[in-house]
C-alpha cells in the first residue's frame, strides 16, 4: 500500500520534470545574454567613447587647421600690404628729397644770377647758404635714389660746386660790365668824345677782351685799364679794386663768367644738367602723386626755364 502510494506520487511527478528542464535552460540562456551584454558593455562604450573623441579631435583639428590657414593668408596679405604700404613711403620720400635737392639748387642758380645786382659786401653771405643746402640735400637723396637718378644729381651738384666758386668773380665781372654799359654816351660810344663815356667804352672793351690777350699786352695794358675804370666814374673804388684783383688772376672761366648780351653760357650749363636730373626723378616717382608746386624757380634765368618744363621749373616733380 505504502509502495504503491510512493510509486503513483514519482508517477505524478515525472511529468513536471521536463518543464523545469526548460525553465533551467531558459534562465541560462538570459542569464548568458545579460552576463555577455555586461562583459561588452564597458568595451562598446569606451570604443564609442574613443570614437567620440578621435571625431572630436578631428574636428578640433580641422578648426585649428583652418584657423591657421585663415592666419597665414591674414599674414601674406597684411605682409603684402605692409610691402606695398613701404614702397609708396619710399617713393614719396624720394619724391620729397628729389624735390628738396631740385630747390636747392635752383635757389643757387638763382642766387648766382642775382649777385651782380647786390652790394659787394653782401654777396658772400647770400650764396654761402644755398651751396650748404645742396650739399645736405643732396646727403638725404643719396640714401633713397636709384643708380640712374644719383647719378644725374651728383653731376648737378658737382656743377652747383663750380658755379659757387666762380659766382662771385662772376658777379664782380657782370657787374663792371653792367656798370660801364650804363656810363656810355647814349648816342654813340664809339665816336663820342666825352671823356667819362669814351673811358667807360675802352674798359668794357678791355674786360670783354681780356683773357684773349697775350701776358704780355695784359701787363703793358693793365694801367690804362684802371685808368679807364676810375675815369668812367661808373663804380666807386671798392668796386674797381675788386675788378682789377680778379683782372690780375685772369681766370679760365673768364668768358663763361661775363657771358654776352643774350646768352648764358653757365646758366645754359646748369640747365643741360637740370633737364636729365628732373627726366630720371619722374622717371623713379611712377607711383607717387604730384607734389605741391611751391614757385621756388620763379625768377631764375631764361635759359634755365626753357630747358624745363613750368612744372618743373617750380620744383614740383610730377609722377
Known amino acids: 500500500m505504502i509502495m504503491a502510494c510512493h510509486f503513483a506520487a514519482v508517477s505524478a511527478m515525472a511529468p513536471a520534470l521536463p518543464a523545469r528542464a526548460d525553465s533551467i535552460g531558459s534562465m541560462d540562456l538570459v542569464d548568458l545574454v545579460a552576463v555577455a551584454t555586461a562583459f561588452l558593455t564597458p568595451p562598446i562604450a569606451f570604443l564609442a567613447a574613443l570614437w567620440a573623441r578621435r571625431s572630436g579631435r578631428q574636428s578640433a583639428d580641422a578648426t585649428v587647421v583652418s584657423g591657421v590657414n585663415q592666419a597665414h593668408g591674414s599674414v601674406a596679405a597684411a605682409r603684402v600690404q ?15 628729397t628729389s624735390a628738396a635737392f631740385l630747390r636747392a639748387c635752383d635757389a ?12 659787394l659786401e653782401e654777396r658772400h653771405a647770400q650764396l654761402t647758404p644755398h651751396g650748404m643746402a645742396v650739399e645736405t640735400t643732396l646727403g638725404s637723396l643719396e640714401l633713397l635714389a636709384p643708380p640712374e637718378l644719383l647719378r644725374h644729381a651728383k653731376a648737378l651738384r658737382e656743377y652747383c660746386r663750380t658755379l659757387e666758386k666762380l659766382a662771385l668773380d662772376r658777379a664782380v665781372l657782370r657787374s663792371a660790365v653792367r656798370a660801364l654799359e650804363g656810363g656810355w654816351c647814349p648816342f654813340n660810344a664809339e665816336t663820342c668824345d666825352h671823356d667819362h663815356h669814351g673811358a667807360a667804352f675802352v674798359a ?9 690777350r697775350e701776358d704780355e699786352e695784359r701787363w703793358r695794358d693793365r694801367g690804362l685799364l684802371e685808368y679807364c675804370l676810375q675815369e ?10 675788386g675788378v682789377l684783383a680778379v683782372v690780375d688772376r685772369v681766370p679760365a672761366a673768364w668768358s663763361r663768367m661775363i657771358g654776352g648780351p643774350v646768352r648764358d653760357p653757365l646758366m645754359e650749363r646748369f640747365a643741360s644738367l637740370r633737364a636729365p636730373f628732373v627726366e630720371a626723378a ?31 621749373s617750380r620744383s614740383s616733380l610730377s609722377a
Open 108 to 119: 643757387l642758380a638763382r642766387t648766382v644770377e642775382q649777385l651782380p645786382g647786390l652790394a
Open 204 to 212: 668794357w672793351e678791355f674786360l670783354l677782351e681780356w683773357p684773349e
Open 282 to 312: 619722374r622717371a623713379a616717382q611712377s607711383l607717387v602723386p604730384p607734389a605741391e608746386p611751391d614757385g621756388l624757380r620763379t625768377g631764375v634765368s631764361d635759359a634755365v626755364n626753357v630747358a624745363a618744363p613750368s612744372a618743373v
Open 82 to 96: 605692409t610691402r606695398g604700404e613701404l614702397k609708396l613711403r619710399q617713393q614719396t620720400a624720394l619724391a620729397d
Open 232 to 241: 668812367s666814374r661808373c663804380m666807386a673804388e671798392g668796386e674797381i679794386a
